[in-house]
C-alpha cells in the first residue's frame, strides 16, 4: 500500500541551528501538507503547497520556515535558527487531490527536539 | 476561526466495552469530518464522513455525522487492548487547500 515516508523519525538540533525535514508523498498525490504537534497538544495546520507553490499557511508559518518541493518527489520543511518552542512532531500529510472529499495520508512524524 | 472539540478528553474502559466519542464543529462553509486512530505516531485515517444520518461502519467502528447540530460520533464496540489509542477528530471547510483542523484528541485506554 502506498505510504508518506519521513526522514529523519528523530532530530535532536541545538538551539539557532537550521533543520531540514524530509518527506515523500504518495506518488500520484498532487496535495502536500506539513502540519506539527507538539507534545500533549492538538495537530496544527502549518502549510499546505500544490503546483509548487503555497497555497495556504498559518499564522505559525512564519519567515523562519520553508517548504520547498526540489524534485519529482521530495517535500521538505526547513525551520531556519530553530527556537526550544520549535520541538514537536512534524508529520507530513499528502492527499490525492484538493477535493474535500478526499482524505488526507499522513506519515510517521519526524520528532524534533530542540536544545 | 474554525473550532473542533472532542469529549471526553480521555476514556478508559474494560475490553468488551463499548465507547462513544464526541465531535463537535464550528466551522465556517463545512465540507467534511474526518476521524483518525493515533497510535504512537502517524494518525490513520478511519472513516470520513460527508453526509448527515449515514452511518460508516468498519468492524467494530462506526460513526454518523449530523450537519444540523453540527456534532459526529464514533463508536467502538466490543473493545480490544489495541483499540487503546487517541481517536482525532478533524473537519474539511472549504478553503482554498483543504487542509484539515483537529480536535485535541480522545485518549482511549482499553484494559483486559
Known amino acids: 500500500e502506498p505510504e508518506v515516508t519521513q526522514t529523519p523519525s528523530h532530530q535532536v538540533t541545538q538551539m539557532g541551528q537550521e533543520v531540514i525535514l524530509r518527506c515523500v508523498p504518495i506518488?500520484?498525490?498532487?496535495?502536500f501538507y506539513w502540519y506539527r504537534q507538539i507534545l500533549g497538544q492538538k495537530v496544527e495546520f502549518l502549510v499546505s503547497?500544490?503546483?509548487?507553490?503555497?497555497?495556504?499557511k498559518s499564522e505559525i508559518f512564519d519567515d523562519q520556515f520553508s517548504v520547498e518541493r526540489p524534485d519529482g518527489s521530495n517535500f521538505t520543511l526547513k525551520i531556519r535558527s530553530t527556537k526550544l518552542e520549535d520541538s514537536a512532531m512534524y508529520f507530513c500529510?499528502?492527499?490525492?487531490?484538493?477535493?474535500?472529499?478526499?482524505?488526507?495520508?499522513f506519515g510517521q512524524g519526524t520528532r524534533l527536539t530542540v536544545v | 476561526e474554525d473550532k473542533v472539540v472532542q469529549s471526553p478528553l480521555s476514556l478508559v474502559v474494560h475490553e468488551g466495552d463499548t465507547v462513544t466519542l464526541n465531535c463537535s464543529y464550528e466551522?465556517?462553509?463545512?465540507?467534511?469530518l474526518l476521524w483518525y486512530k493515533q497510535e504512537k505516531k502517524a494518525p490513520t485515517f478511519l472513516f470520513m464522513l460527508?453526509?448527515?444520518?449515514i452511518e460508516k461502519k468498519s468492524g467494530r467502528l462506526s460513526s454518523i455525522l449530523d450537519k444540523k447540530e453540527l456534532f459526529s460520533i464514533l463508536n467502538i464496540t466490543a473493545t480490544q487492548t489495541g483499540d487503546s489509542a487517541v481517536y482525532l477528530c478533524?473537519?474539511?471547510?472549504?478553503?482554498?487547500?483543504?487542509?484539515?483542523?483537529f480536535g485535541s484528541g480522545t485518549q482511549l485506554t482499553v484494559l483486559p
Open positions: 500529510a499528502s492527499r490525492l487531490t484538493g477535493g474535500w472529499n478526499t482524505e488526507a495520508f
Open positions: 506518488s500520484n498525490h498532487l496535495y
Open positions: 503547497f500544490y503546483n509548487n507553490e503555497i497555497s495556504e
Open positions: 466551522v465556517t462553509n463545512f465540507r467534511s
Open positions: 460527508t453526509s448527515s444520518g
Open positions: 478533524a473537519v474539511i471547510s472549504s478553503g482554498s487547500a483543504r487542509q484539515l483542523t
